[in-house]
């Protein structure tokens, strides 16, 4: 009864750590490492997108209330401090997981070539994604030392509405982007961002698996439109601030 009872475990042990190491050569594998990087990367995607449709408040022209009332319920609701921590995780998993990557290409590559001529077929964007998501990374550490930062543990101006005291982060971000060199700071990200997702998104795609004759021509085109809009209405907030708030 007893050995029975020890083989049961052992064979469960055993098949567990048969799983474990499906787990982790799968996780260290090539294609594995490329499927993180885009799983990741859809993920920042569409942040990206619910982050500017927030900040799109700041252009209205309320001295700041819709925007403040946001930012207030962007960091108190529980719901979305939880998805925040999900966004921490998945930022560094992309970032660490993009070193990586580019170390066991770059260890790959034949060392005895001082230049390797670039392949026809690829874009700036994509010999270059190492070099675009650098200088992302160099803007989002700026970037939320100035806002994020502030709203957390800085101390904050405050404002209140219907006798609601909350943080004016309106005030922090325009009296920011009423500096003409953190305007090009930003629009120049932007310009970095907008290269690194016209590569991504359908890189994304096409390492997934998602490869049609069909469905890949319409997905580049998205992923074009995308990489234009996103970062060029990010763009225009800066741009939209400088001149409204310093007139
Ligand atoms: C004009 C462009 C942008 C403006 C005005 C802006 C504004 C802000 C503000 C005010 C915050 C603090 C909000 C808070 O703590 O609740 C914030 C947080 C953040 N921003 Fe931006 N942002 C811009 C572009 C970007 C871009 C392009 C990225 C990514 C590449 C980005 C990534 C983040 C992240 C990761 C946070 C922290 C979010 C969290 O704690 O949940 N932002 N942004």
Redesign the pocket.
């Known amino acids: 009864m007893q050995q029975n009872f020890l083989r049961y475990n052992f064979e469960s042990n055993l098949e567990y750590l048969n799983d474990m190491s499906w787990l982790t050569k799968t996780l260290s594998s090539s294609l594995g490492r490329k499927v993180i990087m885009s799983l990741t990367g859809l993920f920042?995607i569409i942040?990206?997108l619910v982050?500017l449709i927030g900040?799109l408040q700041?252009l209205k022209d309320d001295g700041g209330q819709a925007f403040n009332i946001y930012?207030k319920f962007?960091?108190t609701n529980g719901l979305?401090k939880v998805?925040?921590y999900l966004?921490?995780a998945t930022?560094l998993i992309h970032i660490v997981y993009s070193i990586i990557l580019t170390r066991v290409n770059r260890s790959a590559r034949p060392s005895s070539y001082a230049y390797s001529k670039p392949s026809g077929s690829s874009s700036l964007s994509s010999r270059n994604m190492g070099i675009l998501g650098t200088v992302?990374f160099i803007?989002?550490v700026i970037?939320?030392q100035n806002?994020?930062y502030q709203?957390?543990f800085g101390s904050m101006p405050m404002t209140s509405y219907g006798g609601m005291e909350i943080k004016d982060?309106y005030r922090?971000?325009a009296e920011a982007f009423s500096q003409w060199w953190y305007v090009v700071v930003?629009v120049t990200?932007?310009v970095f961002?907008a290269f690194h997702l016209s590569h991504g998104f359908q890189s994304a795609f096409q390492t997934l698996g998602i490869n049609h004759k069909k469905y890949t021509p319409f997905i580049q085109k998205v992923g074009l439109a995308y990489s234009i809009v996103i970062?060029g209405l990010?763009?225009l907030?800066?741009i939209y601030m400088f001149f409204t708030c310093n007139s």
Do not use: C, E, Q
């Open positions: 920042l942040f990206l982050h900040n700041l930012a962007m960091t979305i998805s925040s966004l921490y930022f992302i803007f989002l970037h939320l806002f994020w709203m957390k982060l922090v971000v930003y990200a932007m961002l970062p990010f763009a907030i800066p």
